[in-house]
């Protein structure tokens, strides 16, 4: 796990410098200077692009993953490797944007009562979609050559300091308009492309000249099955994140999808570690079950778990316990604060699904990687059901809690399966460990607003500073407190290392 928490700890940096500028486009710009019904739009416009690319990849962006340890050869530029993951995007993209074309009219029925604005500027989505795309394969080439940090800066800071320049050019300085915005979106990832495609090219480790020795029959056969099967898959599984939006956009109207954007960007905030880490280790992974190293994919899948259930149930607990603070705090919180809830399921959703994520890389990169196409069909047709039924009676609630229990299920299934098929457990005793540090630092928060809180409220400022006061001395001291019990409990061996070296404590 040396190289694997090194990079790991690199992009969570590069993600959180990203969550930070995110931070002040969210809540500092876009909630102060556009409407609800435009958050909507932008919404909408960027999952409908991100579904659409998805489609598109063909699998390709998992492919990668799986197939690279057969073609990797430094000398030779793995066979050519490169190519391919340019043709087989382009060819998807050809497909589905016949596809779209010929659905256009559908789509515009469904949306045209509620969404009017999203008819409006639904030509911008194939653009968006087209560059996403690339953007997206060009990264997964860059992770399987262990280089995830300069691609994941474009994705998480680069792109969303493009937006924030095209928000502030529409909103703030009012320089451009609003088709103005939604070309800016398209230029941002147009150069966030440009600029992985570059990087990638400059390690002089790819090829443009395609090895067609390389192939052997079984290869084929495998790879063609694969490509089948994950086209398949991303019709399902690609859908889930995008489908509260669009059933809120469709049902209710962009205005109630731009306050669930905004809750939604806040449990975002839970995963992040999620990203960093399951982007560096699924090529290890890969390489496990390549080499039918299955001792070791458990022992890694393990330690990924943990750290990722430890990371994101400690943000969710600092989000949730300071909830009231933020919305105090964002410009028009007021309008938003109708999201509160939306951010607590989201979260513990979130938490469930970092937690376990690493399952399905496992069941993936093994033979037995077309059994999740039924899981994620299972996933998808509940979280279909469970929106159509519940968003009508508890709006953006229920289209949380459809997520939630949509998410919970698919892993909870998930997990049974890697056990019984690959006879991997990816949790451990540890893992109550960090369920034990939860609930203790909810009822020590619970004390401390008791007892700590009183004291803040009885200086002589505004109830506004005493509120944000409190909030932030009792987050840091319950941070303090996280950090003495996971370092005493032996909670993780690889955190107790990085707190000693930089604490300079001797063992």
């Known amino acids: 796990m040396g190289i694997v928490i090194k990079q790991s700890i690199r992009g969570t940096i590069v993600n959180y410098v990203g969550i930070a500028i995110g931070f002040l486009t969210t809540f500092f710009v876009l909630t102060a200077y556009l409407t609800q019904e435009e958050i909507g739009l932008s919404r909408v416009l960027i999952d409908a692009a991100i579904l659409f690319s998805s489609f598109a990849q063909l699998g390709t962006g998992a492919s990668i993953i799986r197939f690279f340890p057969f073609f990797k050869d430094e000398e030779k530029k793995h066979h050519g490797f490169f190519f391919w993951t340019l043709v087989v995007p382009l060819v998807g993209f050809l497909v589905f944007l016949l596809v779209a074309k010929l659905l256009q009219n559908t789509i515009v029925q469904t949306f045209s009562k509620h969404s009017e604005l999203f008819v409006n500027y639904y030509r911008f989505v194939f653009p968006l979609a087209l560059f996403m795309l690339y953007q997206g394969v060009f990264e997964a080439n860059a992770n399987v050559l262990m280089r995830i940090v300069i691609p994941k800066f474009v994705r998480e800071v680069g792109v969303r300091v493009g937006l924030l320049i095209a928000y502030l050019l529409y909103g703030y300085w009012h320089v451009i308009d609003l088709d103005g915005l939604v070309i800016g979106f398209c230029i941002t990832y147009f150069i966030a492309a440009v600029v992985d495609f570059l990087y990638l090219f400059s390690l002089g480790k790819i090829s443009f000249k395609p090895d067609f020795k390389i192939f052997t029959k079984p290869l084929l056969k495998d790879i063609g099955f694969y490509t089948l099967f994950l086209l398949l898959n991303a ?47 699924q090529p290890e992974i890969s390489e496990c079950f390549k080499n039918k190293d299955y001792a070791h994919a458990e022992k890694l899948c393990k330690s990924v778990s943990l750290h990722l259930m430890l990371s994101s149930a400690l943000i969710f607990f600092f989000i949730w316990i300071n909830i009231d603070a933020l919305f105090m705090i964002l410009p028009n919180g007021e309008q938003y604060e109708a999201g509160k809830s939306v951010v607590v399921l989201l979260g513990i959703a979130k938490i469930i699904g970092s937690t376990l994520f690493v399952s399905s890389s496992a069941l993936n990169y093994s033979k037995y990687y077309y059994w999740s196409l039924i899981f994620t069909l299972i996933l998808t047709s509940s ?8 968003i009508p009676r508890m709006g953006m609630d229920g ?3 459809s997520q939630l229990l949509s998410y919970t299920l698919f ?8 056990k019984i098929k690959l006879n991997i457990n990816i949790l451990s005793l540890r893992h109550v460990r960090v369920i034990v540090i939860f609930i203790g630092l909810v009822i020590l928060n619970y004390l401390c607003q008791r007892f700590i809180g009183t004291v803040f409220f009885k200086l002589p400022c505004s109830e506004k500073a005493a509120f944000l006061s409190e909030s932030i001395v009792r987050s840091l001291f319950l941070l ?28």
């Open 235 to 281: 019709i399902t599984v690609n859908v889930m994140p995008m489908l509260n939006t669009f059933f809120l956009s469709a049902g209710m109207g962009l205005s109630f999808t731009g306050i669930y954007a905004i809750a939604n960007y806040i449990a975002t905030v839970v995963e992040v570690p999620n990203r960093s880490l399951n982007a560096i280790v």
């Open 383 to 390: 979280a279909i059901l469970l929106n159509v039924l519940l």
């Open 399 to 401: 289209a949380a809690v």
């Open 411 to 418: 892993h909870l299934l998930l997990l049974i399966l890697i």
């Open 480 to 507: 303090v407190v996280a950090v003495w019990v996971c370092y005493k409990w032996k909670i993780s061996d690889e955190i107790n290392k990085i707190i000693r070296k930089t604490l300079r404590i001797k063992e």
